[in-house]
């Protein structure tokens, strides 16, 4: 995640090395923003195994696009609204 808030900003970078050693509510944020993706990324795996199972094969095909497509607007809005927007502050 460091890439898209420091964007190559040294004085950027500098701050994200200081926060990083010291205070808690940016590490909190920060593992709150890993913690979002990590629960997305395996409720898609989840849903695409119970859908695999459950499903016609010729409906999850394209099911399985609609999942993914999901799960990354998901990953995308939600992280970034209680994690990547505490921590740019």
């Known amino acids: 995640m460091r890439p898209w808030l420091v964007k190559g900003d040294a004085a950027k970078g500098a701050a994200w090395q200081r ?9 909190r944020a920060e593992t709150r923003f890993s913690a979002v ?3 997305a990324l395996l409720g898609e795996c989840v849903v695409r195994t119970v859908g695999a199972y459950t499903v016609p094969v ?3 095909v394209w099911l399985g696009t609609v999942i993914m497509v999901a799960t990354l607007v998901f990953a995308f809005l ?12």
């Open 19 to 27: 926060l990083s050693v010291e205070p808690v509510a940016f590490r």
């Open 37 to 39: 993706w990590g629960a």
């Open 58 to 60: 010729d409906t999850m």
């Open 78 to 89: 939600v992280p970034g609204r209680v994690g990547a927007v505490p921590m740019e502050r």
